[in-house]
């Protein structure tokens, strides 16, 4: 990615006292990970990271929150979603979901968070035929549909219990490659910033002023 390579570039591996000043150029240095932040003097932010099939980029403002360094995305990205464009009946207890073609390579089965109430979730997948195996799932009473690896987008749809569903979704893609920060948390360690993203701590170790 031109953004990462960009960042990486530039930078110069400098050492710096825990108490030194947050702006500046940063790193990751981990396992199957790059990536690089840019925290300008001017408040303004650049950042790039790739982890296995995820690669994004974004920028906006930060800001010093205490010792916590936060990220907000301008201009915003538009974020994915799903519609729930049919709900026919089905045979109590079953459950199918379709997805109408999203117009490009999807390359996964449609998977989603199902439970009665959205606290305790079951992760479920459709088969080719739609239908989805409820066997040890909890009443579903809410579907939470998940793109591939990025999983929910926080849409949840609500459906009845006394009868069966066969869903039909539409998905409407993001700003594809996108990071979407409000307020972002990166915790200060030392002279570095720690960022948890899917589920994983990214640290960013600063290489220059």
Known sequence: MPG???LMLAAAVVHHPAGAPV???YQVHQMEMGGALELRKDGHFRYAFTYGAIDEEGRGNWKLDGKTVRLTSDP???RASFELVRDDPAPKGELYMTLEDPGFEWGHSLDAL???DMKSAKEVSADETGRVDLTDAPVVAAIAPMMPVYGPTGDIFHVTTNQGHKLLFRFHKND?????????PLAREGSDLLLLRYDTKVRFIRTRP
């Open 4 to 6: 990462i390579m960009t």
């Open 23 to 25: 702006a500046g150029r």
């Open 76 to 78: 915003m990205p538009k």
């Open 114 to 116: 199902v439970s009665a």
């Open 176 to 184: 594809l490659g996108q990071a979407i920060f409000e307020r972002e």
